[in-house]
Nanobody, 124 residues
Framework: QVQLVESGGGLVQAGGSLRLSCAAS????????MGWFRQAPGKEREFVAG????????WDADSVKGRFTISRDNAKNTVSLQMNSLKPEDTAVYYC?????????????????WGQGTQVTVSS
């Protein structure tokens, strides 16, 4: 089992940047595919970006392609999301998630563990 704690959210103007971090507990962090999701008010939780166990592969949603970058440090049990060129439509609660079995995980049900979320607000 793994516990996830996000940090780094906040208020930023459009065009600005934020870096989200997720700290994981446990000694098996490197065995999980990791991902970031977001959920805006009144909307379903949506996939943002994912990264393989060894950082060899990353994948992301079309809406953030070229602006967001996911990375991980298995030695420090952390996964990060660098968000650049932020837009008001990026406003949401952002969640870190871990998947035990699915490599190219993009769906909510493919992830087994979730953090509590961190709020990102982008003003226009």
């Amino acid at each position: 089992q793994v516990q996830l704690v996000e940090s780094g959210g906040g208020l930023v103007q459009a065009g600005g940047s934020l870096r989200l971090s997720c700290a994981a507990s446990g000694r098996t962090f490197s065995s999980y595919t990791m991902g970031w999701f977001r959920q805006a008010p009144g909307k379903e939780r949506e996939f943002v970006a994912g990264i393989s166990r060894s950082s060899g592969s990353t994948w992301d949603a079309d809406s953030v392609k070229g602006r967001f970058t996911i990375s991980r440090d298995n030695a420090k049990n952390t996964v990060s999301l660098q968000m650049n060129s932020l837009k008001p439509e990026d406003t949401a609660v952002y969640y870190c998630a871990a998947s035990r079995f699915t490599l190219w995980a993009t769906r909510v049900h493919e992830y087994d563990y979730w953090g509590q979320g961190t709020q990102v607000t982008v003003s226009s």
